[in-house]
């Protein structure tokens, strides 16, 4: 009997295991991942049976390959991805340098000083609340068309997000810091380099990450309404054409970008610089910075 008994319920135990694996599998980050990509490819391969505007996977995949290998796209404008990506990248440095040094000086200020804190934080507010969208119109307005309206886009729309972050890491640093260094008459530009900017790596980091990706969305837009070369171009030209996969083909180009720069060269950045700590403290220190802006972190409150 046991050993019948044994014999029936082994399959029925396997099965048990097998479904136990399949499902740590799926839930595991690698798996989750893997799933939603997934899900996203079926619900886009299902929306472009519906309707008939929006360009199947092959269809993009098609029109990506020709444009990557300078191929014919039916007797319309050739590949030339590259220097139309080059055009964008020089103008998203330019203009996320612009930002960052704009946004750490002004974070810094408004962190360390209760005047700069009371002065400018309702403006710092509007302007986080300002979309790249709004940005790029302004620009195109005040520069015309060419470089100008792009790179100030990226660095306007870009810097608050750097300044919040920053000004979030100042106020955090404990107050008796600052009163042991006032009080041994440690000079302003000690305090900083030595004091001030350590404390606030880790929200730098979250500033960059942020500017990075809100920057790269504001010089998109900016080339998509004044500009005459350049990723944000090249996506209006298919648009205008009538050519929705090359159209998608662009956007997916623009978004695998951000990502692999994210992951592969920002993410990294951060956990050598933070390997002595959890990486997951940094970010959730980074959601942290910009959603916090109450009176009780003010410069000078404990």
Do not use: C
Not at 112 to 133: G, K
């Amino acid at each position: 009997m046991t050993s019948n008994s044994t014999e029936l319920h082994s399959p029925q135990m396997s099965s048990a295991k097998s479904s136990r694996s399949l499902g740590a599998l799926l839930t595991s980050v690698g798996g989750a991942r893997v799933t939603s990509y997934a899900i996203g490819l079926i619900g886009w391969i299902i929306l472009a049976e519906i309707k008939d505007r929006v360009p199947g996977p092959w269809k993009v995949l098609n029109f990506l390959w020709a444009e990557l290998t300078g191929g014919s796209h039916g007797g319309v404008l050739r590949g030339e991805w590259v220097e139309h990506l080059l055009f964008t990248l020089q103008r998203f440095g330019i203009g996320l340098f612009i930002a960052f040094l704009a946004g750490l000086t002004l974070g810094i200020l408004i962190g360390s000083s209760r005047y700069f804190h009371d002065l400018m934080n309702d403006t710092l507010l509007v302007l986080l609340a300002l979309p790249a969208v709004i940005w790029a119109f302004l620009t195109v307005i005040w520069f015309g068309l060419g470089w100008k309206a792009p790179v100030w886009t990226v660095a306007l729309s870009a810097a608050p997000f750097v300044a919040v972050n920053v000004s979030h890491g100042v106020r955090a640093i404990t107050p008796e810091l600052h009163l042991m260094s006032t009080s041994f008459a440690v000079p302003r530009t000690k305090r900083i380099r030595h004091l001030v900017l350590p404390a606030l790596t880790g929200h730098i980091f979250a500033g960059l990450r942020f500017a990075v990706i809100i920057g790269w969305n504001g010089v998109l837009l900016a080339e998509w309404f004044g500009s005459a070369e350049g990723v944000g171009w090249r996506t209006r030209y298919w648009y205008d054409a009538n050519r929705y996969e090359g159209f998608v083909g662009w956007v997916a180009m623009f978004i695998i970008f951000i990502v692999l720069l994210d992951r592969f060269v920002l993410t990294p950045l951060q956990k050598h610089a933070f390997r002595w700590r959890d990486i997951r403290d940094v970010d959730a220190g980074s959601a942290a910075g910009i959603i916090e802006m109450s009176e009780k972190d003010e410069p000078g409150k404990a």
